[in-house]
Nanobody, 122 residues
């Protein structure tokens, strides 16, 4: 069974930086797009950044200029770095990946991590 395991996060001061990582484990044939989402209390989950399996990266307007997403395909891992953190960046950050499993090599299944809390103190 495929699992996405996030690490990083915690309490960060405003103006500081954060580094998150997410490793996909289990029986994996390949991984398509990987992404980070976040959800603040009372808000809908929103896309923060995404990256294709060829490394084409995208950062949402809300974090553009402060965001770097990268991945290591040999480790099935995606990373998110953000700097100049603001109070508004406080949220639970979720990893997402489209995973192709050997049992069905023609279809990518959407998997989510459990989330990691990021709290930015002002």
């Amino acid at each position: 069974q495929v699992r996405l395991v996030e690490s990083g996060g915690g309490l960060v001061q405003a103006g500081g930086s954060l580094s998150l990582s997410c490793a996909a484990t289990g029986t994996i044939f390949s991984i398509d797009d990987m992404a980070w989402y976040r959800q603040a209390p009372g808000m809908q989950r929103e896309l923060v950044a995404s990256i294709t399996n060829r490394g084409a990266a995208y950062c949402a307007d809300s974090v553009k200029g402060r965001c770097t997403i990268s991945r290591d395909n040999s480790k099935n891992t995606v990373y998110l770095q953000m700097n100049s953190l603001k109070y508004e960046d406080t949220a639970v950050y979720y990893c997402n990946a489209g995973v192709v499993e050997p049992s069905n090599p023609y279809y990518a299944t959407d998997y989510w991590g459990r989330g990691t809390q990021v709290t930015v103190s002002s």
